[in-house]
């Protein structure tokens, strides 16, 4: 079974620069997570879809940050203008929800390999 | 947003029993205990999960006291491949939360 892709691995970008990042989930899974992890801490939750509706973005800086999942597959996270506070590493995490749990983050959510983001 | 918190570090030698705990005291009543770990320059890797008892698979097992506000996970005979860094993650209305985790190292 392929797991959660994402591109590309790094990126340098100076700030005020935009930046775009993409993940293509796992076939069959509706949840799809992009999480922003700092060094140092724990992955922050961005943005939940499920298909191509989005469950939460309570926590995506709405002013810089904007996400979208086409056709309910692949995603892409861009980031314009950015901050240095965004340097960080960007995961997308994929998950099948199962019928009749309540609660999203009740089922396994696998994770890609994370965008280093470096912001000078 | 539901929250949960561990100790930052631990310490432990080969072939030790290594228990980290992590305390969630308000859980919603339908969320599950999630565990993870994550290596340095990879996304966290799921371990194990559970809702209450005790669940074991083949890498851990789990304890969740019968008020489910904290778990245990129990990583028996522990390698120098073990070193990482471990999270609990409750279901939280939505929003999957993740703590600071806990950064385990293993000696020789």
């Known amino acids: 079974e392929a797991g959660v892709a994402q591109s590309p691995r790094y990126k340098i970008i100076e700030k005020r620069q935009s930046v775009a990042f993409w993940c293509n989930p796992i076939?069959?899974?509706?949840?799809l997570y992009w999480y922003q992890q700092i060094l140092g801490q724990g992955p922050k939750l961005l943005i939940q879809?499920?298909?191509?509706?989005?469950?939460?973005d309570s926590q995506l800086p709405k002013d810089r940050f904007s996400a979208e999942r086409l056709k309910g597959v692949d995603s892409t996270l861009k980031i314009q203008p950015a901050k240095l506070e965004d340097s960080a590493v960007y995961l997308c995490?994929?998950?099948?929800?199962?019928?009749?749990?309540?609660?999203?983050?009740?089922?396994?959510?696998?994770f890609g390999q994370g965008t280093r983001l470096t912001v000078v | 947003l539901a929250k949960t918190t561990q100790p930052i570090s631990m310490d432990s030698y080969e072939g030790q029993e290594v228990n980290i705990t992590c305390s969630h005291n308000?859980?919603?009543?339908?969320?599950?205990i999630t565990w993870y770990q994550q290596f340095p320059s990879q996304g966290p890797r799921f371990i194990i999960q559970?809702?209450?008892t005790k669940v074991t698979n083949e890498v851990a097992s789990l304890f969740i006291p019968a008020d489910r506000k904290s778990s245990t996970l129990s990583l028996p005979r522990v390698s120098l491949s073990d070193t990482a860094v471990y999270y609990c993650?409750?279901?939280?209305?939505?929003?999957?939360?993740f703590g600071r985790g806990t950064s385990l190292i293993v000696h020789p």
């Open positions: 308000n859980i919603a009543t339908n969320d599950y």
């Open positions: 559970g809702y209450k």
């Open positions: 993650r409750t279901g939280g209305s939505y929003i999957p939360t």
């Open positions: 995490a994929s998950s099948q929800e199962k019928q009749g749990r309540i609660a999203f983050g009740n089922t396994e959510a696998f």
């Open positions: 076939s069959g899974h509706a949840t």
């Open positions: 879809f499920q298909n191509n509706g989005v469950v939460d």
